[in-house]
């Protein structure tokens, strides 16, 4: 397989390279000189240059409709294009799409850009279009993006150049399916000729994908016929995994890499202290949360799921795990600035270890032992799970705590292997709409605890079909308090979440608001190599 | 993690070659060496208070004490606000326990092992021995990696994969001093005599191989101490919220520049430790190896 | 010493039949269905009846054994369960990065450790050779990952006079290649030059007072003479069987250092595989390592055959 890339990525045409660029199997990539060079261009961003980043997670499923964590966006997100993004300010704009929007209440014409190639060289179709939604929205796909299309009726290509989706009901949450990082279109051909998803990666994407090396590097180089003029600016980006956070810290600090994802907690004041390095990170979306299956005796008992709730000192998990780097969440999951209700709900969720113990009391669960688990790969989910162990053993209980890596412990959590799970995530766009996923009967996060609320589906449902910003506000400030009342998973605490690079590396965003993405190292140049 | 060959055995200078020393009891010779005297006393130490732990430590090494990352406390607080101290003391019991458990279950069956080899001869002692060639042919610590990958990491499954990786340590030596007391006049005689094979297995032979048994014990259990802090730093070792030694190292690096004491402590006390092991061990051999004993 | 050929031989092709056969059943070690337990609870029943067929588990047992060895003859080590390559792309590129690694860490180690050692047992009980053996215990009790961890803080951040730049190729650029290497070789080398100084101590101090070596003197030869010609000759015998041992440690330690160091060797691979549960790139990995132990072994006893051929095999 690897030879294969290597081979049509020669044929590929990129004469720069020559032919001395790939080492040999196995070993890293190295790039050429040439490559690696920046090109200055006064009074616009430099040309060239081959971006080194630090990857929190070596993404093994290359699939470009299942997302197995955000590190997989910032691939995935290179080498395919969706029909809409996120622009830096976090409103949907234009990617393949040239027009976009509701034609009426239940039917969303989407109007594509001319001359658009894939990277083997062929033209983008409508047919294309209509192919990768299809795939999305079936379920052997297991696709992230599918849950979020179920409102979707039909998808129809209308002419060379417009796809119409209609709805079986109004869907205000639409848009935000069509931007996320795994709405990506994929050329029909490719993937009918039985091409390896996990392995490969064939889209429209400013940047082409050469290789993944487990564990040693993932490598892409520009995509010569990349349909935005200017676009991309850099020769190669080179991902090599790190998932040790003093390792990714280390390799920043020695330049070995430009930049890196996930700066952990730990290493926010190393990081902010150095005037050379920039941290662009946001306190909005990530957040852990505990949850609870919830068919699993005891925690079928809503009064046990509560005092393990009220036991959690958020405070100083905080204080302890993120070194204070976030903020504590008692109340809603949806963060204030695109859930104006949300500061109605703080303080739903007191510590009080007293009143956990009464409630475990009246369970008839004193000193409950709960099995929990959680995964060691990322220190943001790891170390807030240690530090409430103090809160719930001042509630007289007793933790048995398992760590996973990644992969596992995602299997883990899906198969219900533990009763208790400490896990951290961001919503998946930013609206209300988008605690389905946390909520919802059908959402991908409330499958994994048994949870189905009749009351709160009938809300969300609601929230989904209504524009009216006033009206929506009180159906999701309903649905949130039911959660709270219910308690299938408490909220812990809301991180600091981002990226560290080097003040060399210009034109990246952190995300803003909106949903997590990785566009912005589409547009990412350097001012020069380090 | 230097694994010392078994042929390691060279006198420590300074060390008085005991030549008419075998009069003397082992403790009052062990006592008139100073060197071993000291490591010694430092490892009882270390062992009463390993075994006291939980006694010891003041605080719950679990418990919030303080805020995190300051010098409260008699070692400092690290950065989850609990006592460094009281960790460092259950870290220390978890370590050695792994340890000494992982090295008794090799000394006992690398001992019976190569006593079974040494006496019965034949094709059981070329079977024993060659299995204990492709134990060898693993490189521990890859071995260790994978076993633990594959059973789950847990402290249990660190102690069984290092007692076995360090069976060939005993056999090798139980076998090849049984060898060469097997052919002594005395055991010869016993032998005619008709005692009971296991009898003189017992009787005669053990009590002879023991003295090497101890060096290698010793030994062992440093290097046991070293392989385990090397899983737990991987993080297949103890899992939180038990500290082991190694877990310890590998968490502190994060704090390096903060509060380097995170790091430096336990990372001193492995050190100490494993010294102190090594050093009473090459102490033990000067005074019981016969050669040196004559 | 033809006999001896032939029984050594057999000897490691024994150990490599075993080896391989443990190995064939570290994967059967696993709780359960090694398949279900590669994919996790969650997957299909689809998903996994595909993985078992991948790992040939839904094989006989016999036929799982001999296909195993089949396989392995033709240079089939299998296909990693999560990225779907086979294990042969990237193992020979890995294990050649570990033994570069190794050997230059064994390099250095026995040319300071054989140099230290000398001194050492020269001046028997003087002030410096009590700073060596001391000196040379205190580096076997240190941890390589406390070493590791401490020199790339001070050479790599605090004092960036050694940074571990990014990979570079020996042939594009040597000179980088190098550089990078610096940390790890030491980190590698500290633990293994220790034990080397201790060996050689010993040796040439047993060698010294041995018969002929006092024979040497009484004949008048000069001091240096006698420790050239006679005693550290003699005490090669024994650094060649402790290099053997020591490759083995390296091999083992080398996983420790490359994690610390980022340095693409065979441990990338096994701890990405290990995280993963991706158990036919674990057994690869184990079964290369032990092959080459058990060939480092062969070739030192047949060197030492080669140096003195009264020396008896074993």
């Known amino acids: 397989m690897a030879m294969m890339s290597r081979r049509s990525f020669l044929a590929g045409g990129a004469a720069a390279l020559g032919t001395t660029t790939l080492a040999a199997c196995g070993n890293p990539v190295t790039l050429p000189e040439s490559m690696e060079a920046v090109r200055p261009n006064p009074g616009g961003p430099n040309r060239g240059g081959a971006l080194h980043f630090g990857l929190s997670t070596d993404p093994a499923n290359l699939d470009p409709h299942v997302s197995t964590g955000s590190a997989s966006d910032y691939l995935r997100q290179l080498a395919y294009n969706g029909l809409v993004q996120y622009d830096g300010s976090g409103e949907i704009v234009a990617d393949l799409a040239a027009e976009f929007g509701w034609t009426d209440e239940q039917t969303y014409k989407v109007r594509l850009r001319p001359d658009v190639r894939f990277h083997d060289g062929s033209t983008l179709t409508t047919e294309d279009v209509v192919f990768s939604f299809r795939r999305m929205m079936d379920e052997d796909t297991a696709a992230t993006s599918g849950p979020l299309l179920d409102q979707v009726a039909a998808i129809e290509a209308v002419d060379a150049t417009t796809v119409v989706f209609t709805f079986k009901q109004p869907d205000v949450a639409f848009p935000f399916a069509l931007a996320a990082p795994t709405s990506t279109i994929v050329s029909r051909k490719w993937i009918e000729s039985g091409a390896n998803t996990k392995t490969q990666m064939m889209g429209t994407g400013p940047f082409r994908f050469v290789e993944r090396i487990p564990g040693v590097s993932t490598t892409f180089v520009r995509f010569d016929d990349y349909f935005e003029p200017e676009l991309p600016y850099l020769n190669a980006i080179v991902f090599q995994p790190m998932s040790d956070d003093y390792a990714r810290v280390t390799a920043l600090r020695t330049a070995t890499v430009d930049m890196i994802d996930y700066v952990p907690a730990t290493h926010v004041g190393v990081i902010t202290g150095n005037p050379r390095l920039r941290f662009a990170s946001d306190k909005t979306f990530g957040f852990g949360f505990v949850g609870f299956v919830t068919s699993w005796r005891p925690f079928d008992d809503v009064r046990v799921r509560r005092a393990v709730a009220m036991s959690i000192n958020r405070p100083s998990v905080l204080d302890t795990a993120l070194l204070g780097n976030g903020r504590p969440m008692d109340g809603a999951l949806m963060p204030e600035i695109f859930a104006p209700y949300a500061r109605q709900l703080d303080g739903s969720m007191p510590y009080d270890p007293e009143q956990a113990k009464y409630l475990l009391k009246q369970a008839g669960q004193e000193g409950l032992t709960l099995p929990v688990v959680t995964t060691s790969s990322y220190s943001v989910i790891a170390r807030p799970t240690q530090a409430m162990l103090p809160g719930l053993r001042a509630a007289g209980m007793n933790v048995n705590l398992t760590q996973q890596e990644w992969l596992t412990f995602r299997a883990s959590v899906a198969a219900q292997t533990f009763p208790v799970h400490s896990w951290g995530t961001a919503p998946k766009f930013g609206d209300p709409a988008s605690l389905r996923d946390f909520i919802g009967g059908t959402g991908t996060f409330a499958k994994n605890l048994d949870f189905q609320d009749d009351k709160i589906d009938d809300l969300l449902d609601q929230g989904r079909r209504t524009a009216d910003p006033a009206l929506r506000n009180e159906i999701y400030l309903e649905a949130e308090k039911r959660a709270l009342e219910l308690v299938p998973m408490t909220y812990t605490v809301r991180r600091e979440q981002g990226e560290a690079h080097y003040h060399y590396v210009r034109g990246y965003e952190h995300p803003p608001k909106g949903a997590w993405t990785a566009t912005a190292l589409r547009r990412t140049w350097m001012e020069k190599t380090a | ?294 | ?314």
């Open chain 2, 1 to 294: 993690m230097a694994t010392a060959p078994e042929s390691l055995a060279p006198a420590l200078p300074g060390t008085p070659l005991v030549k008419g020393a075998g009069r003397k009891s082992l403790l009052q010779r062990m006592v008139s060496n100073r060197r071993t005297s000291i490591a010694g006393a430092f490892l009882l130490l270390v062992a009463v208070v390993a075994v006291f732990a939980p006694l010891i430590a003041p605080y719950d090494y679990r418990d919030i004490v303080g805020k995190p990352l300051t010098p409260g406390g008699p070692l400092g607080i690290d950065d989850f606000g609990r006592d460094v101290l009281s960790r460092l003391l259950i870290g220390l019991r978890t370590s050695l326990g792994v340890a000494l458990s992982a090295v008794l279950v090799a000394g006992v069956i690398g001992v019976v092992l190569g006593l079974v080899a040494g006496y019965v001869g034949r094709w059981v002692s070329t079977i024993i021995m060659r299995g204990i060639d492709v134990l060898l042919s693993f490189p521990p610590i890859v071995l260790a990696i994978a076993v633990v990958a594959i059973l789950g990491p847990a402290l249990v499954n660190v102690v069984l994969v290092i007692g076995v990786l360090y069976i060939p340590r005993f056999t090798r030596i139980v076998y090849s001093q049984v060898l060469s007391i097997r052919s002594m006049e005395y055991v010869e005689a016993s032998e005619i005599m008709g005692t009971k094979p296991a009898d003189i297995l017992v009787k005669t032979i053990l009590p002879n191989v023991a003295a090497p048994i101890i060096v290698q014990l010793s030994l062992s259990v440093s290097f046991a101490i070293q392989m385990e802090a090397g899983l737990s730093f991987l993080g297949l070792g103890a899992q939180p919220p038990l500290p082991s030694l190694g877990t310890m190292v590998g968490a502190g690096r994060d704090f390096l520049e903060v509060q380097p004491t995170l790091l430096i402590y336990p990372s001193v006390l492995i050190i100490l430790v494993v010294l102190a092991l090594n050093v009473f061990g090459d102490g033990m051999r000067d005074l019981l190896d016969p050669r040196h004993r004559t």
């Open chain 3, 1 to 314: 010493m033809r006999r001896f050929l032939v029984r050594r031989f057999t000897q490691a092709i024994v150990q490599l039949l075993l080896v391989g056969s443990i190995v064939f059943f570290l994967a059967r070690l696993i709780p359960g269905d090694p398949a279900r337990a590669a994919l996790g609870d969650a997957a299909t029943e689809e998903q996994v009846a595909l993985t078992r067929a991948a790992m040939h588990l839904d094989e006989p047992f016999l036929g799982q054994f001999f296909g195993f060895w089949v396989r392995l003859f033709q240079g089939d080590l299998g296909t990693s369960l999560i990225s779907g390559r086979a294990v042969m792309q990237d193992l020979p590129a890995r294990i050649g990065n570990s033994l570069e690694l190794v050997l230059l860490a064994l390099a250095v180690s026995l040319v300071a450790g054989i140099a230290l050692g000398r001194i050492a047992a020269t001046r028997a009980d003087k002030p410096s050779d009590h700073a060596l053996v001391a000196g040379s215990i205190f580096g076997i009790s240190l941890p390589v990952f406390v070493v590791g961890t401490l020199l790339l803080l001070v050479f790599a951040v605090l004092i960036p006079i050694l940074p571990p730049r990014r990979f570079a190729s020996p042939l594009d650029d040597p000179i980088a290649h190098l550089q990078i290497l610096v940390l790890p070789v030491v980190t590698l080398a500290a633990a293994s030059c220790a034990v080397v100084t201790r060996m050689t101590r010993a040796a040439m101090l047993e060698t010294l007072n041995a018969d002929y070596v006092r024979t040497a003197r009484a004949k008048g030869l000069v001091e240096k003479r006698v420790i050239k010609r006679h005693a550290l000759r003699t005490a090669m015998l024994p650094v060649v069987s402790m290099t053997t041992v020591e490759l083995t440690t390296l091999i083992g330690s080398t996983v420790l250092v490359e994690t610390i160091f980022g340095w693409p060797g065979m441990s990338s691979l096994l701890m990405n595989a290990v995280g993963q549960r991706d158990y036919p790139v674990i057994q690869a990995v184990v079964l290369a390592a032990a092959t080459i132990v058990i060939l480092v072994n062969l070739v030192g006893d047949l060197v030492i055959r080669a140096i003195d051929p009264r020396a008896e095999d074993n």
